[in-house]
């Protein structure tokens, strides 16, 4: 079982985060400049605040910060093989994969069902603390469907909960930048 939290915006860098009950659980704030996006702020029900600072790479929380060059990569199995599939098949899902550790447990970020859903994976403990992101889409003939991150209950560490959810911004925002280059 899991606990859906709701981005109430399109924009997931300028939004409330919210359960179904309602109440805002995280909210996102973003100041950017002539030369685009500068920080977003992530404050957390919990009092807990995140910071991803778009210009330097790099995430705090709670004061701690950390360069994105150290705390993701793309794993054991990256090659210059692997980098050829991928420019060779652009669709492929199963390539679009990355490893992000703060602490003791590290989390496999990878895309599925064409980029709308977004798993973090633990690769180490209970697979059942997997953390499901799934992506704004929108519709012609009816609702659009908002962004929505589903947490497991039994993950109770809001540390690794707000590290979560900046890795995950930080993948989702870079995956729409590069779509909007593309076209």
Do not use: C
Not at 40 to 68: C, D, H, P, Y
Not at 90 to 104: C, I, K, L, M, T
Not at 161 to 171: D, Y
């Amino acid at each position: 079982m899991s606990i859906a939290l709701t981005f109430v915006a399109k924009d997931l860098l300028d939004s409330a985060v919210v359960g179904p009950e309602g109440a805002i659980h995280y909210s996102t704030i973003t100041s950017s400049g002539m030369m685009g996006r500068k920080v977003t702020t992530i404050n957390s029900a919990s009092g807990l605040v995140g910071m991803i600072n778009w210009r330097e790479k790099e995430f705090v929380i709670n004061g701690v910060q950390r360069k994105w060059d150290h705390l993701k990569s793309r794993g054991e199995l990256f090659s210059a093989y692997v980098l050829l599939v991928v420019l060779a098949v652009d669709a492929d899902d199963s390539v679009s994969e990355r490893e992000w550790n703060w602490g003791p447990r590290p989390f496999t970020l990878k895309y599925h069902d064409f980029h709308k859903e977004l798993l973090a994976t633990p690769n180490m403990g209970n697979a059942t603390d997997t953390v499901r992101f799934m992506t704004y889409n929108q519709h012609l003939f009816h609702e659009n469907e908002r962004a929505t991150i589903y947490f497991p209950y039994q993950m109770q560490d809001e540390f690794e909960k707000m590290f979560l959810l900046m890795a995950i911004l930080e993948t989702e925002t870079h995956r729409l930048d590069v779509g909007d280059k593309q076209q």
